[in-house]
């Protein structure tokens, strides 16, 4: 099914409203968790989107629509601004509604990708949900690289005299400093060449290892790999590599951020995860040392989870082994 991402403004937001009833009413009807419980009349859901009317109209919240071919609304998701004057750097995802019959064809995927841009595009630099345990939606998120903060039981009523419990997530987003560019590159690209050199002295400094064998056989490769090269106001900044571990898993090598550029690591992370995705694979995998405890938590603080050693690190206790599941 080919459709549009589209951001409803308060003029045809109006319009959308017996559409969006229609798709929160069959994902209510359906099981959903999403603050009703069934039955749920399109009256009652209409009523709901009515309501939301003035945020949509001040621009608290911003409703995004999936919209097919054919002009049929089949997903929406709510992004919620915290309106809290210590919260202007944060926002809430709500309502993430795919009609039963659409889904699993990357409509909320796609639906919280532009709510992601739509946050950075606001300086919303923290996202927030809570999603009910054990729903396709954990899934979803998981998926993404949503981090969980922990599980609240007894959150909200089924109807028949039981409760169930909330998984509550959070997805930082790193806003990219202005004048941040990130491309690929060759690895031997001149401008690359004293990054990389930079980052080998550093590693070779500090942990006895220089990792340069990181980019060997680039060519052999090339097709399932990633350089990338970022620039801040012109100047290289940072770069980091993909490069294919199996058919089905990518591994991050050569990460680096010049010293004071902050954002730029991150940035250079989330390129390359759209980059694995792009090239089919489901997972990431990277290798760091123990002792540097800065990247572990860098990477942690991006989704990555400590696996076990894999490959050439098995046999390293001094290696610390994360993967992330794209
Ligand atoms: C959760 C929901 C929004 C997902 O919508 P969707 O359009 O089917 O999701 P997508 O197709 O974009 O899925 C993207 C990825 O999420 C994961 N995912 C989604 N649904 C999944 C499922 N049922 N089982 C396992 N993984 C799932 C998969 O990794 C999927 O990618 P893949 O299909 O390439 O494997 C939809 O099931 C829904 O509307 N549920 C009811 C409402 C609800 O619970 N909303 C969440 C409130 S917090």
């Not at 889904?103 to 919303?124: C, D, F, P, V, Y």
């Not at 922990?150 to 005299?161: F, R």
């Not at 590159?185 to 990389?196: G, R, S, V």
Request: with cysteine; charged share 25%; glycine share 10%.
């Amino acid at each position: 099914m080919r459709f549009d991402i589209v951001t409803a403004t308060a003029d045809d937001y109006a319009a959308a409203i017996p559409a969006l009833a229609q798709v929160l009413r069959a994902c209510v009807m359906n099981g959903a968790a999403v603050g009703f419980i069934p039955p749920l009349d399109l009256d009652q859901a209409a009523a709901f989107w009515r309501g939301q009317g003035d945020a949509v109209r001040t621009g608290e919240k911003q409703i995004l629509l999936a919209v097919t071919q054919a002009g049929d609304i089949v997903g929406t998701v709510t992004l919620a601004l915290a309106p809290q004057v210590n919260g202007t750097h944060r926002a809430e995802i709500a309502k993430m509604l795919v009609h039963p019959q659409a889904r699993r064809q990357g409509i909320a995927a796609a639906l919280l990708k532009r709510a992601e841009e739509l946050a950075r595009a606001q300086a919303r630099r923290l996202l927030v949900l809570d999603t009910r345990v054990g729903d396709d939606a954990e899934w979803l998120y998981t998926r993404l690289g949503w981090q969980s903060c922990g599980i609240i039981p007894d959150y909200a009523l089924n109807g028949d005299g039981t409760s169930h419990a909330t998984h509550v997530m959070y997805r930082p987003l790193p806003q990219r400093p202005p004048g941040l560019v990130i491309a690929a590159a060759h690895p031997e690209d001149p401008e690359a060449t004293p990054l990389i050199d930079a980052l080998s002295a550093d590693l070779l400094a500090r942990f006895g290892s220089d990792g340069r064998r990181g980019l060997a056989g680039w060519e052999d490769v090339a097709d399932r790999s990633l350089f990338a090269l970022a620039r801040l106001d012109g100047k290289p900044a940072g770069c980091g590599a993909l490069r294919p571990f199996d058919a089905e898993v990518g591994e991050i090598k050569r990460m680096y951020a010049l010293p004071g550029s902050p954002g730029v690591g991150a940035a250079i992370l989330c390129f390359l995860e759209e980059g694995a995705r792009r090239l089919g694979y489901r997972r990431l995998v990277l290798e760091t040392r123990w002792a540097n405890d800065r990247a572990v938590s860098f990477y942690r603080r991006h989704g990555y989870r400590i696996i076990a050693n894999y490959g050439p690190y098995e046999d390293r206790p001094e290696s610390a082994c994360l993967g992330k599941i794209l």
